[in-house]
């Protein structure tokens, strides 16, 4: 378990690390920026760099943490990955079973095998499920998160690369927005951020602004820590009833 800079979460737990792009947003994957680093370090969890691998070694770590957390799952990879069996998902499961004291996150660019393995297999009652929508492209993964019987259902619209239009939040509870980091960040603009706020308070779905990023409102690249959090002069960052 890591302590975590991620400020809708606590901790994060790898099970899984690696990962291959699938969409816009993982052009500029902050999870293999720092595999890398993590290998030169000679860290041995991360010897084959972004490369899928699992680690048996890591299943049962939370049976060891007696406080609750909130522990964001795969922080370093996607746990519905091809190359992640369900067999391996399942041992994962009955870690986040036995441990109701924590609520776990699960964050996923792949919706669709999501929803094939939880259409097979209960939610545990201490699981969010989380999708990746991050661009047009990517909106119906939406459709495959709706429909799952899970306690929360989020999006993460970050890095929020383009205007999304109009978005059907209907069991939808949460959606957190950020902008990119880098040196080859993207720039979010301040309209598309609007945008989704609106519509979070028109659908009844609480609104999380994570970072502006590189690119601030007013359009000028800096340093993310300049460019802050704020929407017009305040923070919105509400988490989900």
């Not at 929508?133 to 495959?144: G, N, P, T, Y």
């Amino acid at each position: 378990m890591k302590t975590t800079k991620i400020e809708w979460t606590d901790k994060t737990w790898n099970p899984v690390t690696g990962c291959t792009k699938t969409s816009p947003g993982c052009a500029h994957c902050y999870a293999e920026m720092m595999s890398r680093r993590l290998k030169a370090m000679g860290l041995e969890k991360y010897a084959n760099g972004f490369e899928v691998r699992l680690h048996e070694e890591c299943l049962y770590e939370p049976l060891e943490w007696r406080q609750p957390h909130t522990i964001f799952v795969c922080s370093m990879s996607d746990l519905f990955h091809q190359n992640v069996p369900f067999n391996f998902i399942d041992r994962v499961m009955d870690t986040i079973r036995h441990t109701p004291q924590h609520r776990y996150q699960l964050l996923t660019k792949r919706a669709e095998r999501m929803a094939e393995y939880f259409l097979m297999n209960d939610v545990p009652d201490n699981v969010w499920l989380g999708v990746t929508v991050e661009a047009q492209q990517s909106k119906q993964r939406i459709d495959c998160l709706r429909v799952l019987n899970a306690p929360i259902r989020f999006l993460s619209c970050e890095p929020l690369i383009e205007d999304l239009g109009e978005l059907d939040l209907t069991y939808i509870d949460w959606v957190i927005v950020g902008g990119e980091s880098g040196p080859q960040a993207r720039p979010m603009r301040e309209e598309w951020v609007l945008s989704i706020q609106e519509q979070c308070k028109q659908q009844d779905s609480a609104f999380f602004f994570k970072q502006w990023g590189t690119w601030g409102s007013d359009g000028v690249k800096r340093n993310k820590h300049k460019n802050g959090k704020l929407i017009n002069g305040k923070v919105f960052q509400a988490m989900p009833v």
